[in-house]
């Protein structure tokens, strides 16, 4: 089992929809959980952190479950710019430290 | 601009040669990691220093891989004897670190990637 899983897609949705990625960690002892965006042949941008308490960010929500170790990226409102590859990054705990571990990312595919 | 730059951003290299990519981070930033990302898989985690210290590196991470930031400034990645499967997206990101209630906040900024192909 991969420490940090996403699932590929492509999700394929039509403008103004709502689409949620979920990302699964495998170490109950990781801390620090972001998302990125990632366009294709560029460098991953930070879109946001994940808080314990969740947070918002315009069309974009964050949420952390502990118990169930994963994190979760809702989009509302899709536009065709949201089409990018996001990806989860979790700290997780190895030996005394925490290593940025990143998912394989999920493609996201707005048409109109 | 006062972003992460790298160099080179593309390098072709026969295989078994040496070659060595630099990074330069955002200037106030302590922390710089060293990625690496293939075709359809997130950036896989290499190494990072705090300062000039390489805090830790991958267990993955062959020998023939070696890291550098002499000064806490920039950082070289040198691969000797490169091999095919060496052929890859090689991403630097550098970020602000601090502890907040035991949990490092470790928001990364990327360089555009230095794309290495081994022929």
């Known amino acids: 089992r991969k420490e940090v899983e996403q699932d590929p897609g492509p999700f394929n949705v039509p403008e103004g929809a709502t689409v949620a990625f979920n990302c699964t960690y495998s170490?109950?002892?990781?801390?620090?959980f972001f998302w990125y965006r990632q366009d294709c042949r560029k460098e991953p941008k930070l879109l946001m952190s994940?808080?314990?308490s969740g947070n918002e960010d315009g069309r974009f929500t964050a949420q952390l479950n502990r118990a169930s170790q994963y994190i979760s990226l809702l989009i509302r409102d899709s536009k065709l710019s949201d089409s990018a590859t996001y990806l989860c990054?979790?700290?997780?705990?190895?030996?005394?430290?925490?290593?940025?571990?990143f998912g394989r990312g999920t493609s996201l595919i707005v048409h109109p | 601009d006062t972003g992460v730059s790298q160099d080179p951003r593309h390098k072709i290299t026969k295989r078994g040669q040496n070659v060595t990519f630099r990074c330069d981070p955002i200037s106030e930033h302590n922390r710089l990691y060293w990625y690496r990302q293939t075709l359809g898989q997130g950036p896989e985690f290499l190494t990072y220093f705090q300062n000039e210290a390489q805090l830790e590196k991958s267990r993955l991470l062959s020998d023939r891989f070696s890291a550098e930031r002499p000064k806490g400034s920039f950082s070289t990645l040198e691969i000797q004897r490169t091999e095919q499967g060496d052929s890859a997206m090689y991403l630097c990101a550098s970020s602000l670190t601090y502890r907040v209630e035991l949990r490092d906040n470790n928001e990364q900024f990327f360089g555009p990637g230095t794309r290495l192909t081994v022929l």
């Open positions: 994940v808080y314990s």
């Open positions: 990054v979790v700290n997780l705990a190895s030996g005394g430290s925490y290593i940025p571990t």
């Open positions: 170490n109950s002892a990781s801390q620090s």
